[in-house]
């Protein structure tokens, strides 16, 4: 493995590969060493605990959500801040929806599961809901 993360944006990274990125920008070193020795206990922008701190050093799956909730954090709580945020230079900016870029447009569309959903609902509507047990020969 790579032990030099690319802090470059505009490259797709998975989150734990984003976590880390973000780890190494914040202790300002490409050092694995410095990312493992790090607190993290308070963020001092926040004043709360680093929510990346547990995942730093990829042992635990990184979620989506916590990137949310790191984005929710530093815009002060407002979803609406969160949607219109600007800012370019963030590792985090593509994750601030909770939801991982690299799936955009994949699977079925609203449209195609609502239709799924009506074909399977009349199996269901046959189903009573409690079943009724006949005496045994």
Known sequence: MNNIIHLKKGIHRSPSRTIQAHCHYCVQSRSET???NC???LVFATGKPCP???CRMGKKRASVKVMRRFCLDCMGGSK???KECSTNDCLIHSFRFGKNPAFAG???SRDEMARIRELRRPLFKGIPGKIERTESR
């Open 34 to 36: 410095e990312v493992e």
């Open 39 to 41: 607190t993290g206990y």
């Open 52 to 54: 990346f701190y547990e």
């Open 80 to 82: 609406e801040a969160v």
């Open 106 to 108: 994949k699977g079925k």
